[in-house]
């Protein structure tokens, strides 16, 4: 077997390359907080406990912890009434009412629809919506000049994913 | 030759789907045949443990004289621990129907959820009980809302209990093939009409039709997209959309009326209104706002008695006054008048022997253990003339707790369409015409 002398400067090219790619690879924090994102109906099983969602609840709107007192009075209420997504509705429906709640303006939303969509799914269900949910939001936003921040995260956290993680 | 066959079987079962009865929700085919007594049923827990003999034999004199004739003055003793209420005038009720005055919770352990679950399933609970798992049996609501021809929404069947804890599993049951899809509406009312409940839920936002109708729709949306991962009855019993808003109407309501001072003093009889008859009060407003088929309610306040032997007869008081009440709502209700069997019954009694404490009138105070006077209580079952038997006193050891449940089926016309096997009583046919 012949060497070809003429492609011998190639060689220590090579292995500067194959060198170079076994470096390992430094990990960079950009003080943004990981967020898991799952594909939507994967790995959400279980259904939130009484004290989960309405913990949870608060947080999403008043981006803060409920109180203790106020969750001993929200969860007596929850256990109150056997029909629960009727009295999730109805604790949502107060919340909403509440002047310390956090929703985007509407003008905020249709500044950027589907950034406001994106934020909101992962907000609310844990995960980025896939295209089709962010296609079929989109055309009601555009098409439904009423359609409010707040209608829409009314109907997610009323919906049967907001129950489950 | 199989060609030939093949077409036969193929024409005969397309005949067949044409001529086959629609089959119901329920999963059963053809309309109920049974004939209804009544078309509702009030089942009053008269609960907490009551003994016989302060009740019915009236050991301390008579302490329900809304209930029973006779005028046997109270027990000097005690009287100065019993509250003001009014006197009865008219007929008792005992008069307005037949009482069973040797009934008996005759087996399992004479705990108070173990007595609500024998009266609400039709079985007693002999094995392990868990109070925090709903029961192994089907609930009457159950039975009610899946045999009931034509089947009937959750605003029909209402558990309106005196306190939480483990109660509220006893809506519906985990038993297979029956649970949330058919249960009832459970509320606890002295939680939710309250101050607490009133600053969690008194002041929701309120949405325009147009905007709910959209929220409605982008839900489904989502809720189509997440099928696969939910499954019904995670979230208790559901009712229909245009049912739910009645009932957020009436909840909302209760709140305008409790904070315009109007449950106060509802009944007129000040101080002496204990949680039992508020507990009966808001069944009370549920009957006359909603007319349900079929409505539970219960009171506890007697249970007292494990430190205060008095008390407990004053409270047996109460609850003999709040059924009475509770009648004369059902009476003065339409829809609900003359068309409704009222049953009454303990869920146990009381021990025949005292525990150590003394209360403030010199009288011990009672437990219950399951001995055999644990298991003696009554039942009354009071209803229009010309469905009930009236002002028959039944003094004979007759009927068991496990009987409620099939007395309620019968009245109410689905009892020959529970499966055979699932209840172990029988009806209390004396009591009806």
Redesign the interface.
Same mark, same amino acid.
């Given at each position: 077997m012949k060497l070809n002398y003429k492609n011998c400067g190639i060689l220590p090219l090579l292995l500067v390359l194959v060198l170079s790619s076994c470096k390992k690879e430094t990990d960079f924090i950009y003080g943004v907080t990981d967020i898991d994102i799952q594909k939507?109906?994967a790995n959400?099983?279980n259904?939130k406990s009484t004290f989960t969602f309405i913990s949870i609840a608060y947080s999403d709107l008043f981006g803060t912890t409920i109180s203790q007192a106020?969750l001993? #009075?929200?969860q007596?209420?929850y256990?109150?009434?056997? #029909?629960?997504?009727?009295?999730?509705?109805?604790?949502i429906?107060?919340f909403?009412? #509440?002047g310390g709640v956090d929703i985007p303006l509407q003008s905020e939303m249709n500044a950027d629809v589907e950034q406001f969509i994106k934020d909101s799914y992962v907000k609310f269900f844990n995960r980025l919506p896939n295209e089709f949910?962010l296609w079929?939001?989109e055309n009601?936003i555009a098409a439904?000049p009423?359609?409010t921040p707040?209608?829409?995260y009314?109907?997610?956290m009323?919906?049967?994913?907001y129950?489950?993680y | 030759m199989q060609r030939r066959g093949f077409i036969k079987k193929a024409a005969l079962a397309t005949a067949g789907a044409f001529a086959a009865p629609y089959i119901l929700p329920s999963g059963r085919l053809f309309a109920a045949t049974g004939s209804r007594i009544a078309n509702h049923v009030v089942l009053c827990l008269f609960a907490g443990g009551v003994r016989n003999f302060e009740s019915m034999q009236k050991a301390e004199g008579n302490l329900m004289p809304f209930t029973l004739t006779g005028n046997e003055s109270i027990n000097p003793q005690i009287i100065g621990g019993m509250d003001a209420l009014p006197s009865p005038s008219g007929q008792r009720l005992q008069q307005q129907g037949t009482l069973f005055k040797e009934f008996r919770f005759a087996q399992g352990p004479t705990g108070h959820f173990s007595g609500h679950s024998t009266a609400l399933t039709g079985q007693y609970v002999l094995g392990d009980l868990n109070i925090k798992q709903r029961p192994t049996y089907p609930t009457v609501f159950e039975y009610y809302r899946k045999h009931n021809s034509p089947s009937m929404s959750a605003l029909n069947a209402w558990w309106v209990a005196n306190t939480l804890g483990p109660y509220p599993a006893l809506n519906f049951s985990q038993y297979p093939g029956y649970g949330a899809e058919f249960g009832a509406n459970f509320i606890q009312p002295g939680s939710i009409i309250s101050i607490p409940g009133y600053n969690s839920l008194g002041d929701p936002k309120n949405f325009e039709a147009a905007q709910l109708d959209k929220v409605k729709s982008l839900r489904q949306f989502m809720d189509n997209n997440f099928s696969s991962n939910y499954t019904p009855g995670d979230a208790g019993i559901t009712n229909i959309e245009e049912e739910a808003i009645l009932i957020e109407n009436y909840i909302n309501n209760s709140f305008d009326e409790a904070v315009a001072g109007q449950y106060d003093n509802p009944w007129g009889v000040g101080n002496s209104m204990n949680g039992d008859m508020y507990n009966v009060f808001f069944a009370e407003q549920i009957i006359k706002q909603f007319k349900p088929e079929l409505t539970v309610v219960n009171m506890q306040d007697i249970d007292v008695c494990h430190t205060n032997f008095t008390g407990y007869c004053n409270n047996i008081r109460k609850s003999d006054y709040a059924l009475a009440h509770l009648w004369q709502t059902i009476q003065a209700t339409p829809g609900m008048a003359n068309d409704t069997i009222l049953i009454s019954v303990p869920e146990h009694g009381r021990n025949e022997e005292p525990n150590t404490i003394l209360d403030a009138y010199g009288k011990y105070a009672l437990d219950h253990n399951s001995d055999e006077v644990s298991r003696q209580i009554f039942c009354l079952v009071v209803g229009p003339p010309d469905k009930v038997v009236q002002n028959q006193v039944i003094s004979t050891v007759t009927g068991e707790s496990v009987d409620v449940v099939p007395t309620i089926a019968k009245v109410l016309g689905f009892h020959n369409d529970i499966p055979g096997g699932m209840l172990s009583g029988t009806s209390l046919d004396q009591a009806f015409i």
């Open positions: 939507p109906d959400k099983p259904v106020q001993v #009075d929200l007596t209420a256990a109150s009434f056997g #029909d629960q997504r009727f009295i999730e509705q109805m604790i429906k107060n909403l009412n #509440d949910e079929h939001i009601e439904d009423t359609l707040e209608l829409i009314f109907a997610m009323t919906s049967n994913e129950r489950y | -």
